[in-house]
């Protein structure tokens, strides 16, 4: 079975573009999560969708966006990059929302903003 | 509302001895509990997961965790350190309200070296 895939892998970028970052979750899983890594603030929740539905929403501002699709495949979107967005945007996929659901991890897709 | 505290950025054993990296949980409801490890340039791997049945929990490699409310803890232990588990370890809580939206909250990690 094949895990979570992520592209791309490695993304340079300057202020004031906008990119988009996919997610492929592992076959059969339902909710897919978004998380942003950075070595001050650690890793922050983003957003979840299930179905389709995001259902839950972290505390980041509107320049932050997503969507999940009919085969689960999720799209992150940054808009307006800023200097702080540099991170590393990492996805996550389980069957259901259950709190005590395992998940399961992508590689990542680290961001560079110049 | 919840909070998990890792009390250790970093730890340093010796091949061989023992692992001790400590997680203090805080959670208005009944929590889930868990540890994932992350190698340099890759996602997260769940180790092991509390929810609510034993209280010590074996996890994979050799890992396991003890959850202890009156303390508020769930340390993760390994017998004899490997060269491999150098990496960086997370704790996690996830409380159970019935009804809420899932609400994953990571600890600030511990980077685990393995000295030879």
């Known amino acids: 079975k094949a895990g979570v895939t992520q592209t791309p892998r490695y993304l340079i970028k300057t202020r004031g573009q906008q990119v988009t970052l996919s997610c492929s979750p592992i076959s059969g899983h339902r909710s897919v999560s978004w998380y942003q890594q950075t070595p001050g603030q650690g890793l922050q929740f983003l957003f979840e969708y299930f179905s389709e539905t995001q259902r839950n929403k972290g505390n980041f501002p509107g320049r932050f966006s997503g969507r999940q699709f009919s085969n689960s495949r999720s799209e992150m979107n940054v808009s307006t990059l800023e200097l702080g967005d540099s991170a590393l945007y990492l996805c996550a996929s389980s069957f259901n929302q259950a709190s005590n659901e395992k998940l399961f991890f992508g590689s990542g897709t680290q961001l560079s903003v110049l | 509302a919840q909070s998990v505290t890792q009390l250790d950025s970093h730890v340093s054993v010796s091949e061989g001895t023992p692992v001790l990296l400590r997680c203090n949980y805080s959670?208005?409801?009944?929590?889930?509990l868990f540890w994932y490890v992350q190698h340099p340039n890759k996602g997260l791997q769940l180790l092991l997961k509390y929810t609510s049945a034993a209280t010590l929990v074996k996890g994979i490699n050799g890992f396991e965790a003890e959850f202890k409310k009156s303390e508020t803890s769930f340390h993760l232990t390994k017998p004899s350190a490997h060269m491999s588990d150098a990496a960086e370890y997370f704790c996690?809580?996830?409380?159970?309200?019935?009804?809420?939206?899932?609400?994953?909250?990571f600890g600030s990690g511990t980077q685990l070296t393995v000295l030879p």
């Open positions: 959670s208005s409801y009944s929590p889930s």
């Open positions: 996690v809580v996830s409380d159970n309200r019935l009804g809420s939206a899932r609400q994953l909250t």
